[in-house]
């Protein structure tokens, strides 16, 4: 049996059902985003898993146990709050002692497993410090380092981020990443930040309307998404109407209106007739100004409309004749490259036939 | 910069200007008045007096100093004015404690009500406030009357509510619980709620929760509200006079009875200065114990 088991977990308020039958299994030791856009239900779920919430059907279980009726305090799970809520009146060493102390340990004994963890996140020297005295970077360490002393089953991470600026931010994933390998404790950690998602998780599962929309590790969810709205939220998607002209031995024909036929990967069910989209990633576009001719491609001609200079690459816009813009990463790997095409510069885009993916809801 | 120091004098000059007039120079003049000499018929004697034969006497004594140390009977007053205050304090913050509890933590849109209804009683005039007590506690009242029955009926002898030190206690609570409930709810009402949130997660239960968390966060509070119930309680007259009877005397009604009754303004400013620095040492102890407190939390 997994770890954590939600089983067909439902939490309505009113008329808005903000959790909607998910089920989800966490297996020990894993690294396990819960990710989608404010107000999909991750917050709820995790609030249910921690004992805040109740479901109003389905059950949760932890190392086998039915937690229905457990209070927060009697479940061997800890979270880390996204404002870290740190007790504002205790010091460091007394916010990570916390939870020891609850438990009856000895002064003396509290006094060691604190100077360890404190040690574990490099906050050694820092144990006689209120939290108002710390940086944002410092305050997220000693909440999970809080959350971590005791040992539970299971840490919960609700967006413990959100609060920090981006360059911070990558190291402190790195040392989540670092730190769970350590502990080897189950992490599930909510966020809305798909990269950060992609970055720290084992398996992802992606949240919408309350509503598990794909379960999978973090290269599965981005390169083959399951439905429009996984392929729009995680990175950057082109998204092109789509219907299903015929269906060869391997490649499927789409059609799109105004612009002619693409040539795709087979999908499962998928039948001649079917409307959807085509999901296509910009750094799997291929931008050049002639023609290349290759049967694996598909090719359209189109004109530069704008370009984003983001640095280490350049996304260029590219308007089709029918209309429709379709973005195209390239590198900048040559220094002081800002661009290769001018807006307005006529231009030819194509893609391999199994880089998009038809996509039928 | 000429135009901002004006500014800065023209909003702290009022403030200031009020306190020079009404709190620093009436305090001074009190301080002035323990070492004079009382007049012939009440109020103070000249401090130079010109005697018919030409010569001038000084009038300025240590006396009234001496006459409130070699009478016990002052400092009694005293400390039974200080017993009678912390005991409305404490019973004050007993009640107003789950009071603004409740108020903090009850939907936004009932909390301003419910702090109107804790402000409501200062609509009406405090002195038939304390009258109302007066009928409450009064032995034909029908709350006299059951209480009195009930303890018959356990074979105890009927007691007498009105002017006892029970009625004064009773009478000072009254008045005074609306300064204890307001300062703890604005404290109570600012705190985070996902402290308590986290508190439970790491294991602590509904009491560790209250005194581990909620409690030490609100001292601030309490020492807010404990100041502004003590200070006054301590120097009160008025309820001790209405409700206290002869034995429910306080220390600010001695007072009053030397500058209305017995005229002795001198030995009355005494009794006001003692009392005066009693309060504010005691009110620095608070808060120097506050901070200490805050530094070893």
């Given at each position: 049996m997994a770890l954590l088991e939600i089983r067909d977990v439902t939490r309505r308020f009113g008329d808005f059902t903000a959790v909607d039958k998910v089920s989800l299994s966490i297996e020990a030791g894993e690294f396990f985003c819960l990710l989608g856009p404010s107000g999909c239900g991750k917050t709820t779920l995790l609030r249910m898993v921690a004992g805040f919430d109740a479901p109003n059907g389905g059950s949760i279980w932890l190392d086998g146990k039915d937690m229905t009726g457990v209070p927060p305090e009697k479940r061997n799970v800890h979270t880390v709050f996204q404002s870290y809520a740190l007790f504002p009146h205790m010091t460091v060493a007394d916010n990570v002692g916390f939870p020891l102390k609850m438990a009856g340990l000895e002064p003396a004994a509290i006094k060691t497993r604190v100077d360890e963890a404190l040690d574990d996140v490099a906050l050694?020297?820092?144990?006689?410090?209120?939290?108002?005295?710390?940086s944002g970077g410092q305050r997220q360490r000693v909440a999970v380092a809080r959350a971590l002393i005791n040992r539970p089953k299971l840490l919960l991470l609700d967006e413990p981020l959100a609060a920090l600026d981006a360059k911070l931010k990558e190291n402190v994933q790195l040392e989540l990443i670092t730190l769970q390998k350590e502990v080897g404790i189950a992490f599930v950690y909510v966020t809305h930040d798909q990269q950060e998602a992609l970055a720290l998780a084992h398996r992802i599962a992606v949240m919408n309307h309350g509503r598990v929309e794909q379960l999978d590790e973090p290269s599965k969810i981005y390169g083959f998404p399951k439905n429009r709205f996984v392929a729009d939220f995680i990175g950057t998607c082109n998204i092109l109407d789509a219907e299903v002209a015929r269906i060869d031995a391997s490649r499927m024909q789409l059609r799109i209106p105004g612009l002619g036929e693409v040539q795709t990967t087979q999908i499962d069910g998928a039948r001649p007739g079917d409307k959807g989209v085509l999901a296509l990633r910009p750094e799997q576009v291929a931008i050049s100004p002639q023609l290349r001719p290759d049967p694996d491609e598909n090719h359209f001609a189109g004109k530069v409309f704008d370009f984003l200079y983001l640095g280490d690459v350049t996304v260029y816009v590219v308007e089709l004749p029918n209309g429709s813009r379709v973005e195209a990463m390239l590198p900048n790997s040559a220094p002081g490259r800002a661009k290769f095409f001018e807006p307005g510069d006529a231009v030819e885009i194509s893609w391999r036939f199994d880089a998009g993916r038809f996509l039928t809801e | 910069m000429d135009s901002r120091r004006a500014a800065r004098w023209g909003i702290s000059g009022p403030p200031l200007l009020y306190l020079v007039l009404f709190f620093a120079i009436p305090t001074l003049i009190m301080v002035l008045a323990s070492f004079r000499l009382p007049g012939d018929f009440g109020g103070l004697a000249p401090i130079v007096e010109q005697g018919d034969d030409g010569t001038r006497t000084i009038n300025l004594t240590l006396e009234n100093y001496q006459r409130f140390f070699s009478d016990p009977l002052y400092a009694e007053l005293f400390l039974k004015s200080f017993w009678y205050a912390v005991i409305t304090t404490a019973v004050c913050l007993l009640i107003a404690y789950p009071l603004a509890m409740l108020i903090a933590r009850s939907p936004k849109r009932h909390r301003d009500l419910l702090v109107l209804l804790v402000i409501l009683?200062?609509?009406?005039n405090f002195l038939i406030r304390v009258y109302a007590w007066m009928i409450i506690l009064g032995p034909q009242s029908v709350f006299t009357g059951v209480l009195n029955a009930g303890l018959g009926l356990f074979g105890f002898e009927p007691v007498r509510l009105l002017f006892t030190p029970f009625a004064v206690v009773v009478g000072l609570v009254y008045v005074h619980l609306p300064f204890m409930v307001l300062p703890l709810y604005a404290n109570l009402e600012k705190h985070d709620p996902v402290l308590l949130d986290a508190a439970q997660d790491l294991g602590a239960n509904s009491w560790q929760r209250f005194w581990r968390v909620t409690f030490p966060l609100s001292l601030p509070g309490v020492f807010a509200g404990a100041a502004l119930v003590f200070i006054p309680a301590f120097g009160i007259f008025a309820i001790p006079d209405i409700l206290g009877g002869t034995g429910g005397i306080m220390i600010g009604n001695v007072i009053k009875q030397q500058f209305l009754d017995t005229r002795d303004w001198p030995f009355g400013s005494v009794l006001s200065m003692v009392l005066t620095i009693v309060a504010v040492g005691l009110a620095g102890f608070a808060a120097w114990y506050a901070r200490r407190a805050r530094a070893l939390a």
């Open positions: 050694t020297g820092f144990s006689g410090r209120y939290p108002n005295e710390l | 009683p200062f609509w009406s």
